[in-house]
Nanobody
Framework: QVQLVESGGGLVQPGGSLKLSCAAS????????MGWYRQAPGKQRELVAG???????AYGDSVKGRFTISRDNAKNTVYLQMNSLKPEDTAVYYC??????????????WGQGTQVTVSS
């Protein structure tokens, strides 16, 4: 089993910044991809950003130029730096990780979610 623990959410004013963190733990052999998704009330879950073990990143169109994803492979941790936040960024943000367990079985895990609210 792999556990993902997110932190860093909260309330911020429009134009402000937040940094989310997600740490993976468990019997992990390696993590191939890590990413952040979000889900706003009444909307489907959408990809915010993803990053491979090699550091190749991809972003959703709505966050390009404002959000930056990074990871620390030694700590099995992924980060999401969010700048120039807008009210429409308000959502529950979920961390996702895919990789291999020490048994060589594949895993795909989700975090419990962290609330980000952008409001004045």
């Amino acid at each position: 089993q792999v556990q993902l623990v997110e932190s860093g959410g909260g309330l911020v004013q429009p134009g402000g910044s937040l940094k989310l963190s997600c740490a993976a733990s468990g019997s992990i052999l390696g993590i191939n991809a890590m990413g952040w998704y979000r889900q706003a009330p009444g909307k489907q879950r959408e990809l915010v950003a993803g990053i491979t073990a090699a550091g190749n990143a991809a972003y959703g169109d709505s966050v390009k130029g404002r959000f930056t994803i990074s990871r620390d492979n030694a700590k099995n941790t992924v980060y999401l730096q969010m700048n120039s936040l807008k009210p429409e960024d308000t959502a529950v943000y979920y961390c996702n990780a895919k990789g291999l367990l020490s048994t060589s079985a594949e895993f795909a895990s989700w975090g419990q979610g962290t609330q980000v609210t952008v409001s004045s």
